[in-house]
């Protein structure tokens, strides 16, 4: 079975640092790009960072860049998020994605999803 | 950045009626980048559409995707009970990917 599953979410003091990850199973890991995206509490779903499937290439949105960065080990199937100087509008569910195509692409659909770690930032 | 805009924001059914939903682009999205996603309370999202018309594995041929440039539509021919859900559009063809704010399908 196709499977991601998040964890390392909680509860952190604006500033602080928090690393999620990502360990995915039932599929080849190392063939797909990878994501993160996040959901604020009652709110829509906001893309975060990509990887490559070869981890060389990353990108984040504006919002998070210079304060989140992803990575993956695919000797060990795993893709992580490293979130440092947290600000309250980082309070979201994060979930990790796989991106549908083989290949080199950043841009497709996201066809499994993990179901999700939830990270608060409050004093 | 591209804004999808969604409508309705809410959409209120029955079962067994035809549902049709809007995706509308600020600028023009290949047809190659534009998926649906199905929410439902606590969980994550569930790919439906990729590449504007594609239906992924396993969803039923309820669902089907159209459009082109800057109009995409998600329709659900009958709805059934477990149809009743958040839907959104999202486009990757231009860095930054962006998603809609969401069509809620409600009873």
């Known amino acids: 079975e196709v499977q991601l599953l998040e964890s390392g979410g909680g509860l952190v003091q604006p500033g602080g640092s928090l690393r999620l990850s990502c360990a995915a199973s039932?599929?080849?890991?190392?063939?797909?790009?990878m994501s993160w995206v996040r959901q604020a509490p009652g709110k829509g779903l906001e893309w975060v960072s990509s990887?490559?499937?070869?981890?060389?290439?990353?990108y984040h949105a504006d919002s998070v860049k210079g304060r989140l960065t992803i990575s993956r080990d695919n000797s060990k199937k795993t893709v992580s998020l490293q979130m440092n100087s947290l600000r309250a509008e980082d309070t979201a569910a994060y979930y990790c994605?796989?991106?549908?195509?083989?290949?080199?692409?950043?841009?497709?659909?996201?066809?499994?999803w993990g179901q999700g770690t939830r990270v608060t930032v409050s004093s | 950045e591209i804004v999808l805009t969604q409508s309705p924001g809410t959409l209120s059914l029955s079962p067994g009626e035809r549902a049709t939903l809007s995706c509308r682009a600020s600028?023009?999205?290949?047809?190659?980048?534009l998926a649906w996603y199905q929410q439902k309370p606590g969980q994550a999202p569930r790919l439906l559409i990729y590449?504007?018309?594609n239906r992924a594995t396993g969803i039923s041929d309820r669902f089907s995707g159209s459009g082109s440039g800057t109009d995409f539509t998600l329709t659900i021919s009958r709805l059934e009970a477990e149809d009743f859900a958040v839907y959104y559009c999202?486009?990757?063809?231009?860095?930054?990917?962006?998603f809609g704010q969401g069509t809620k399908v409600e009873i």
């Open positions: 994605a796989k991106l549908r195509t083989v290949g080199t692409t950043l841009y497709d659909a996201f066809d499994i």
């Open positions: 039932g599929f080849i890991f190392s063939d797909y790009a």
């Open positions: 990887i490559s499937a070869n981890g060389v290439t990353t």
């Open positions: 600028q023009n999205v290949g047809s190659n980048y």
């Open positions: 590449k504007t018309s």
């Open positions: 999202q486009q990757s063809d231009k860095s930054p990917q962006t």
